[in-house]
């Protein structure tokens, strides 16, 4: 917000220099630029193709001169670019023996990864007239139809005045990725200084990750070489112009702050030097709500963990499940999830404070169990029940029929009985037989307890205090949410800084590392009870069905079944 305003007060104050004005061309802005803008990162952050600005998921900001003069603290030609996603803000200074004229640019872009639209308003202050100024207006596109291959076409007009100028752009990578991409431009101008028509082409090539290397070939025979270094959230570039004899021209040079950028060096630099911090407070389930739901869901955790467990910043998780609500299959996939994680030697700190039989299987997968001071663990086993309402119904004058076709079809019992049938019985007992071998098996694994061993803890005591529980094995240490970052300095030897799952590198890349939209999946919820126009609704299920089979988005469909809710058809962003 302070860097918007700063631009506001200097946008004002440069405005009150006398003269009405324009912006450059597409080949004036080629000093400042290392290749065709749809080629590499957002170009010039909508000043030269405004579509590119649909690129942009977080604010960015780029300063730029040239040192014309031989100078290279020269700022007397310069290019200051600023851009939140969908809006860009840029200004170019020119100055020569006719004076100086500072050209602005905002721009708005909309579409998606595939196809992206532009629109952007220039003006100018200072020698207008003597650089022949005028307001303009640009439309820009942009098409990624696949990873390899970039087209945009950006068109330049002047609001007073019949200046104009064509843009068409292409590159490609080869590889499908930023390490090879080829690119060329042809403009083509009428009433503008310059000929009818210009093209250029070139490579970059990206070795190392955040590394890039550009040659440029332009008509007149003359060519840039330049290079380009990420730093995460912050960048360098320089690049020298060499004329149509080889000679060194001039260079431009440019520092880059804000959105972040694949880098090795970044990776280098924090290795293991973070942890992510989950808290688990409240219900986690398949599927959020539409509006006003900000709950976990096991697809967003899952896909925490994953992107934790790529990113050679962090160092391990910390788990808070003080309040957590879930289910023992989810808390299953969970478990096994941060199983994998522990595989590449990163370490994972669970917190409890009340726990139960499962949210204590969840925790034991813990490299470290924290355990509040004035918490308690409850492990009295699994409990599986029903209630049954025939009694009920009948003081109400309510009769239940129930027609049964198959032993263990018990789902009417509820209204039919007082208490469970025996099929009832031996099929909810074999499930919690089947989850109670589970969690023996798991927790005796990860914490050395034996099952003879948990057997007895579980059919003789039940009940621990925290420092019962601490020193029969079952927890490591005792201690608040609060003191688990003194807890993981012990487990890891040196202090580690606590980040949330959004700054993870995964979330945060440039959507320049991937051309095009990946391939999606079409996720359909049938919630509810099997009927044709009621629960699941298959009559509109099948179309829902047939939809995604045929829209060009999805490659494949998931169905998720549940017992009881409602139904929704979604394509979830990748």
């Known amino acids: 917000m302070k860097i ?12 009150m220099i006398p003269g009405h004005s324009e912006v450059p061309g597409y080949l004036q802005q080629r000093k ?14 909508g000043y030269d193709n405004p579509a590119l600005l649909n690129y942009l998921i977080q604010s960015d900001l780029m300063f730029t001169w040239t040192d014309t003069t031989g100078n290279v603290v020269d700022f007397e030609n310069w290019g200051l670019f600023f851009a939140l996603p969908k809006l860009g803000y840029g200004m170019i200074r020119e100055k020569n023996a006719m004076g100086s004229v500072i050209d602005y640019r905002l721009s708005t872009s909309f579409g998606n990864r595939t196809a992206g639209f532009g629109l952007g308003y220039g003006w100018s202050s200072g020698a207008v007239r003597a650089f022949e100024r005028k307001t303009v207006l640009s439309l820009g596109s942009l098409f990624r139809p696949i990873r390899q291959v970039s087209f945009g076409l950006t068109g330049l007009f002047a609001l007073s005045g019949s200046e104009r100028e064509g843009t068409a ?3 490609i990578r080869p590889t499908g990725n930023e390490l090879v991409t080829l690119f060329a431009d042809y403009a083509i101008q009428r009433g503008i200084e310059f000929k009818d028509g210009s093209w250029s082409g070139g490579l970059a090539i990206e070795p190392i990750s955040g590394v890039r290397l550009i040659g440029r070939y332009f008509d007149d025979k003359s060519f840039n070489i330049g290079l380009n270094i990420s730093l995460g959230r912050s960048g360098l570039n320089a690049q020298t112009h060499f004329d149509n004899e080889g000679n060194p021209s001039y260079s431009t040079y440019g520092l880059r702050m804000g959105s972040y950028d694949r880098s090795f060096l970044s990776s280098l630099l924090n290795r293991n030097k973070n942890y992510v911090e989950l808290n688990l407070f409240g219900s986690t389930k398949y599927q959020r709500y539409v509006m006003f739901d900000k709950g976990n869901t096991l697809a967003g955790l899952i896909s925490d963990i994953d992107a934790a467990k790529k990113d050679n910043s962090i160092a391990g998780i910390a788990i808070n499940t003080s309040g957590m609500v879930m289910n023992i299959e989810l808390i299953w996939e969970l478990r096994e999830k941060l199983y994998d994680f522990k595989s590449t030697g990163k370490h994972v700190v669970i917190y409890i404070d009340n726990a139960n039989t499962v949210s204590y299987y969840f925790a034991s997968v813990a490299d470290k169990i924290v355990m509040d001071p004035m918490g308690m663990l409850d492990l009295r086993g699994l409990l599986m029940g029903r209630t049954y309402l025939k009694g009920t119904l009948e003081k109400l004058g309510i009769g239940f029929d129930e027609w049964r076709f198959f032993k263990y079809k018990s789902a009417a ?4 009985r007082e208490n469970m049938s025996d099929a009832d019985r031996e099929q909810r007992q074999e499930i919690i037989d089947d989850i109670y071998r589970v969690i023996k098996t798991d927790v005796g694994k990860s914490r050395g307890i034996a099952p003879e061993k948990f057997d007895e803890l579980v059919n003789n005591e039940g009940f621990f205090m925290a420092q019962e529980a601490l020193e029969k094995g079952l927890v490591d240490t005792l201690g608040r949410w609060e003191a688990v970052k003194e807890i993981v300095k012990t487990v890891e030897g040196k202090k580690k800084s606590f980040v949330q799952p959004s700054t993870l590198a995964q979330y945060n890349l440039p959507l320049d590392n991937r051309w095009g939209e990946k391939p999606k999946i079409a996720v359909i919820y049938a919630l509810g009870v099997c009927a044709m ?16 089979g045929r829209s060009k988005r999805s490659c494949s469909a998931s169905i998720h079944r549940a017992a009881m809710g409602w139904r929704q058809i979604s394509l979830p962003r990748p």
Not at 4 to 15: D, G, H, Q, Y
Not at 413 to 416: G, I, P, R, V
Not at 533 to 548: F, H, P, S, Y
């Open 533 to 548: 126009d009621d629960g699941i609704t298959a009559r509109q299920l099948v179309k829902d069905v047939e939809a995604a």
């Open 413 to 416: 019992e509820t209204f039919s």
């Open 169 to 171: 752009e292409l590159a």
């Open 4 to 15: 918007a305003k700063f631009l506001l007060v200097l946008t004002s104050l440069l405005s």
């Open 32 to 45: 400042f630029s290392f290749a065709a803008p749809g080629a590499m990162g957002v170009g010039l952050y």
